[in-house]
């Protein structure tokens, strides 16, 4: 299996647009990493740079070590999932899978066991001399997945490949394309812009903002300690909320009426400096105030209670700012707006970072 | 049956210029000039004058089909490549338009000054020591074929843009990733893919050429030896009136056609197989 590294990539289009500015990521072998940032940062760029249908200003594309930039795309080894629906309508699902080994001449017989076994592979055995308008849209990202296989490329890159389709098929299909990578242990670079999808599949997670990497780590690491603003706001929901340093030396932010100590991270900032203090919804702990003796949190009134299923999103105001809290539902049967309650911050989880 | 109300319009139309019209003709084509029922009209034009103006229509149209079918399949592929710059699409696209329904005396007149037996390119030519006769345009089929290219390669391409534009560039950059060329993309995905609109377009080039009279007729005057020429002299008479003989010629143009139809047909379904 194959290692594969971004050096440096650089890409302009035309005066002015910068798609790519010195992008450096590696994929480990039979690792897949995410390519995870908002809609025009760049992620397609960088795969079609890595794929070969475009070339960069400046920058390496090295497998294992080798660079490929100069390598027609036909040459490099790779498979690619497009985003749309890419696979041939003038042939079933079985020779769309069989098209890259009829290619590369092997033989009729040879060409039929592998898409057969390809496609059990993605669940669509039955559905081999279909052709692609016989099948759904995620049949045919499952046969576009086996096709981009058939040949046993060193790396599989997919561009938004779920993007087209529908909510519940997209949690099905991308916990298949992890099982399936899993199972073939192929290194792949996976682009999307939904940071569920990435956090839920990838070994690493790549955050790109304006084409260039804002973090990479795992998808615990980014989730839980964001490195820069952007990554703490685009990655899950986040309360962004004002603070000022109180002591560095104890680590303590001063928030509204808290004054609170900030756990698990460096902490740099001078006495005085203003901070952007993030923390997560599941993080933030709202009590109704008639709840016995008076709880250290901050005081505020609910103002939104929003059902999500298992958890209920509640909003409150209070000397903090206005702050989302995910509580259990049940929990949230005794919150309504208007409500008087007390808002706690779990500290181990507060991150502090200069605002942008 | 109100829902084929929509349809009247159009059905009467057929009606009356086109199903009324061809019955017409049919049946005169079994009648003699007094209205009673001969097979002598139709058995005449199997005599071999007539059977070699069938064949000289049909090679006339197999050639210029060819002709405009080739340049207007790679003028249509090179205005639709993304590379192209826009002016060059809608330019050429626009004087397509215009070049497509460029027939009759102006167009004859347009090859016959350049390429004609004292044409600007053929005295050019025959200043240089090399003789153009074998394409001219007023006496040999292979001149005329070109002069009808004029209009069916800017047909070809009109037809064929939208279907190259419906070849998606997923498919290309699929094929490519896969590790197909160019030439391997085109063999396996693109033509297969457009086989039954260049079948279509073919049918409609061959029949335009098949069908057409003016641009013919004026070139050649009454000498031609095409069907539809034939059709034409033996209605307006100038060399003999024989409107039954025409209507026999006409009939068996609607037979080649129908033929032609039938078969257009099989190789489509065969063709769009992948469509059902
Ligand atoms: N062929 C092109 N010509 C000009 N500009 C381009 C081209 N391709 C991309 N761009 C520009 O480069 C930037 C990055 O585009 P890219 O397609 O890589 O974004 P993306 O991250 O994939 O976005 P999305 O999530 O919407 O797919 C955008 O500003 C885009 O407009
Ligand atoms: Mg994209």
Redesign the pocket.
């Known amino acids: 299996m194959a290692r594969l590294e971004l050096r440096g990539l650089r890409?302009q289009?035309?005066r002015g647009?910068?798609?790519?500015d010195r992008l450096d990521l590696e994929v480990g072998s039979g690792e897949l990493v995410s390519?995870l940032?908002?809609?025009?940062?760049?992620?397609?760029?960088?795969?079609?740079i890595v794929a070969g249908f475009?070339v960069p200003d400046e920058g390496e594309v090295l497998v294992d070590g080798v660079d490929v930039v100069g390598l027609p795309a036909s040459r490099r080894n790779m498979g690619m999932v497009f985003?749309s629906y890419s696979l041939f309508p003038n042939m079933t699902a079985e020779d769309n899978v069989a098209y890259p080994l009829r290619i590369r001449r092997q033989p009729k017989a040879e060409r039929q066991r592998r898409s057969g076994e390809l496609l059990a592979m993605v669940g669509l055995a039955t559905q081999a001399d279909r052709y692609p308008h016989q099948l759904s849209g995620g049949q045919q990202q499952r046969v576009a997945l086996a096709r981009a296989l058939a040949h046993e490329p060193a790396v599989l890159l997919l561009?938004?490949p779920l993007?087209a389709l529908d909510a519940k098929v997209r949690v099905t299909l991308r916990e298949e394309v992890r099982r399936v990578q899993l199972e073939l242990g192929i290194t792949t670079l996976y682009?999307t812009?939904d940071q569920e999808e990435a956090l839920a599949i990838s070994d690493r997670v790549a955050v790109?903002s304006e084409?260039r990497l804002e973090q990479v780590g795992t998808p615990a690491e980014v989730y839980a300690s964001p490195r820069s603003p952007f990554v703490a706001s685009f990655v899950g929901t986040v309360n962004r909320l004002e603070a000022t340093v109180a002591s560095r030396a104890e680590r303590t932010v001063r928030c509204g009426e808290l004054v609170l100590r900030v756990g698990a991270e460096d902490f740099e900032h001078p006495d005085g400096t203003t901070v952007a203090l993030y923390v997560r919804p599941e993080d933030v702990t709202v009590r109704p105030l008639t709840d016995g003796p008076a709880p250290a949190g901050a005081g505020g009134t609910v103002r939104g209670v929003t059902f999500l299923g298992s958890v209920t999103r509640v909003r409150v105001d209070c000397s903090l700012g206005s702050v989302v809290a995910d509580v259990s539902s049940e929990e949230a049967l005794h919150l309504a707006p208007g409500e008087a309650v007390s808002v706690e911050l779990d500290p181990r989880r507060l991150r502090t970072l200069a605002p942008a | 049956m109100l829902r084929y109300l929509g349809v009247v319009p159009l059905g009467a139309y057929l009606l009356v210029f086109l199903l009324i019209p061809t019955g017409e003709l049919v049946v005169d084509a079994f009648r003699d000039p007094s209205g009673t029922f001969t097979l002598s009209n139709v058995t005449t034009i199997f005599q071999a004058q007539y059977l070699s103006s069938f064949a000289a229509s049909l090679e006339l149209s197999a050639l210029a089909a060819l002709f405009g079918g080739i340049l207007g399949f790679f003028a249509a592929t090179a205005v639709v490549h993304p590379n192209a710059p826009r002016l060059v699409r809608s330019s050429v696209t626009t004087f397509s338009g215009m070049a497509a329904n460029f027939a009759g005396i102006p167009l004859a007149f347009a090859f016959t000054s350049t390429l004609g037996a004292t044409g600007v390119i053929t005295v050019a030519f025959r200043h240089v020591g090399v003789s153009l006769a074998a394409v001219n345009p007023d006496a040999t089929t292979l001149g005329l074929a070109l002069v009808y290219t004029y209009f069916e390669f800017p047909l070809m391409l009109l037809l064929l843009v939208p279907a190259l534009d419906g070849l998606k560039r997923e498919w290309r950059e699929a094929a490519t990733n896969l590790g197909a060329s160019g030439f391997t993309y085109w063999r396996t995905v693109a033509l297969p893919i457009l086989v039954p609109s260049l079948l279509g377009a073919t049918v409609l080039l061959f029949g335009g050429a098949f069908s057409a009279y003016a641009t013919a007729y004026a070139l050649s005057g009454s000498t031609g030896n095409l069907v539809t020429e034939l059709i034409g002299n033996l209605t307006n008479g100038n060399v003999t009136v024989d409107p039954q003989l025409a209507y026999a010629l006409a009939f068996g143009m609607i037979v080649i056609i129908t033929v032609l139809m039938v078969i257009y047909g099989l190789l489509q379904r065969r063709a769009s197989r992948w469509l059902r």
């Open positions: 890409k289009f035309g647009v910068v798609a790519l390519l940032g908002p809609s025009g940062c760049g992620k397609t760029t960088a795969l079609r475009e985003q561009d938004e993007s682009v812009h790109m084409g």
